[in-house]
């Protein structure tokens, strides 16, 4: 009698059945059965939440600038955490190579330096184009043989992703600037501590702020992401990415850009870097995020001065973010005495 009335409880609400004895607790969304030796009428030392095992939801990463005076070594690394997580995929923000060269044997030995490091990932990597990596036009002739356009977009799990391209058309850099770009490169290798005080003074002098310069749209591309957004008005969440944090100082097209995923209530966010230091802010009421760095030289001090990984749990009611030191990530085994 009171195994029958078990069984009727749960058809009724859907939580036990009771098999061989056996509890199985249906908790949340599809999937398999929470297998208990409880029994259904017990006190349990379990609270009673929904599993988290919604089919929808889905997780990715997100990583900041390699370059612009890279220390060398921590890209590998986040490389290597970012398989610990095993996202579904990693989205960049750019600036994956030293770039600001128009030599081809240079630039092709940085990409396949590049690809050779995604490669060791388990999963997708999408690349997002950054200010090194498109420098000038020879520059851009060389990620279009290797990797076909310069912004895209793609669905996943009824997610639309814009990767767009914040250099087009880029701001050409100074030839003392490409100069002084190789000599620093040399330096990290044969003299690392000389290569820290060049660093140093330029990040102090007046130069940096004519290096700095506004993120470009150009308008075929916000005509791009005008027709793309059109035909896919009822995605459940738009995430957008590119380089420079282009609502910092916006431009006529990035303006153009914003009032085009603000139409029809889009739920979206957006992500950048370039500044390499991590910053959160809200626009409009969605999350702007300026990623810090994996690898890319330090800017100033302070918290947001850091190597870290942003992993985004994607639910029904919108993304939940994380970001994650790179130093606070160790395998099983790191730990020794």
């Not at 999350?287 to 942003?310: A, C, E, Q, W």
Request: proline content about 5%; overall charge negative.
């Amino acid at each position: 009698m009171i195994i029958k009335l078990l069984k009727s409880i749960a058809r009724r609400h859907a939580l036990v059945t009771i098999v061989l004895g056996t509890v199985l607790v249906q908790a949340g969304h599809a999937g398999p059965a929470f297998e208990s030796d409880s029994p259904a009428y017990a006190p349990k030392p379990w609270t009673q939440k929904d599993f988290q095992n919604d089919p929808n939801d889905f997780r990715f990463l997100v990583i900041g600038d390699r370059t612009g005076g890279e220390r060398l070594g921590i890209f590998d690394r986040a490389m290597d955490k970012a398989n610990l997580f095993q996202p579904e995929f990693v989205m960049s923000i750019g600036d994956l190579i030293e770039g600001y060269t128009s030599d081809l044997p240079k630039l092709d030995s940085m990409w396949s330096e590049l690809d050779e490091k995604v490669s060791r990932l388990d999963m997708p990597f999408f690349r997002v184009i950054g200010n090194h990596d498109l420098g000038n036009d020879t520059m851009r002739k060389v990620w279009e043989s290797r990797y076909g356009p310069t912004y895209y977009h793609f669905k996943y799990r009824d997610c639309l992703f814009l990767a767009l391209n914040s250099e087009d058309p880029p701001n050409l850099v100074d030839p003392e600037f490409e100069k002084d770009l190789v000599k620093y490169n040399r330096l990290k290798v044969t003299d690392p501590e000389a290569a820290a005080v060049m660093l140093a003074e330029f990040m102090k002098s007046d130069r940096l702020k004519s290096y700095r310069k506004p993120a470009n749209f150009s308008d075929d591309q916000v005509e791009y992401v005008r027709k793309v957004l059109s035909e896919d008005k009822d995605a459940r969440w738009t995430f957008v990415f590119f380089h420079q944090p282009a609502w910092e100082n916006p431009s006529e097209n990035f303006v153009k850009i914003e009032n085009l995923l603000r139409e029809n209530e889009r739920q979206y966010t957006v992500f950048a870097g370039h500044m390499h230091y991590y910053k959160h802010e809200e626009r409009f009421g969605r999350d702007y995020i300026r990623m810090g760095t994996v690898g890319g030289s330090f800017h100033k001090d302070g918290p947001g001065n850091v190597d870290h990984l942003t992993w985004v749990t994607m639910k029904d009611g919108g993304p939940v973010i994380a970001n994650i030191k790179l130093d606070g990530i160790f395998k099983k085994d790191d730990l020794k005495d």
